[in-house]
Every structure is written in C-alpha cells, then in structure tokens.
Nanobody, 119 residues
Framework: QVQLVESGGGLVQPGGSLRLSCAAS????????MGWYRQPPGKQRELVAG???????NYADSVKGRFTISRDNAKNTVYLQMNSLKPEDTAVYYC?????????????WGQGTQVTVSS
C-alpha cells in the first residue's frame, strides 16, 4: 500500500508564503512524475505544478514566477514553495504521484491540505 502524506497548509495573509510537503511511503519500485493540484471552493480540481523524476517542471500560468515545485528522490518527497500568495490561491491542495508497484504504474493522491489566503 502506498500513502502520500501532505503537510504545510494553513492560513496566510496576501503576499505571504507557505511551503507544502508530500512524502510517499509504502512498498514500491519507483516514483515517476509527481505533482500538486488544487481545488478552490466550488470549482474543479486543477493542476498547479508537476515535476518528472529527472527534475523537469511545468506550471499553471496562474502560478508561474510565484510557485516552485521540487523533489527529493532520496526522501520520496515533493515540495511546493508558494510565494506572493493571493486570495485566489485559496484551495485544498492535493499531492499526486505516478508510482510503480509490482511492475505496474498506479496513480496515488494525498488527503489534501487546506491553504487559505486572507487578511
């Protein structure tokens, strides 16, 4: 069983920063792509940022220049550094990972962490 456990969410004022972490645990061969998604209130889940196993990244236009995704393969952990936060960044943030288990690729999700940007 593979688990993704997120941490780092909370309440922050506009212009502030937060760092999210997501650690994978369990029995698996390797982790391919990892990413962060978010679901604002009343809206659909959307991709925020993704990172491949070799470190290539991609970002939603709305967060480019403000958010940075990174990963530590030795710790099976992905991070999301969020700077210059805006009220519209308020959402539940979910970690996602493409994990190889018994030679098969599986898609896993974390439980979500709330990020609220408000004064």
């Amino acid at each position: 069983q593979v688990q993704l456990v997120e941490s780092g969410g909370g309440l922050v004022q506009p212009g502030g920063s937060l760092r999210l972490s997501c650690a994978a645990s369990g029995s698996f061969s390797r982790i391919n792509d990892m990413g962060w998604y978010r679901q604002p209130p009343g809206k659909q889940r959307e991709l925020v940022a993704g990172i491949t196993s070799d470190g290539s990244t991609n970002y939603a236009d709305s967060v480019k220049g403000r958010f940075t995704i990174s990963r530590d393969n030795a710790k099976n952990t992905v991070y999301l550094q969020m700077n210059s936060l805006k009220p519209e960044d308020t959402a539940v943030y979910y970690c996602n990972a493409d994990v190889v288990v018994h030679f098969r690729r599986n898609d896993y999700w974390g439980q979500g962490t709330q990020v609220t940007v408000s004064s």
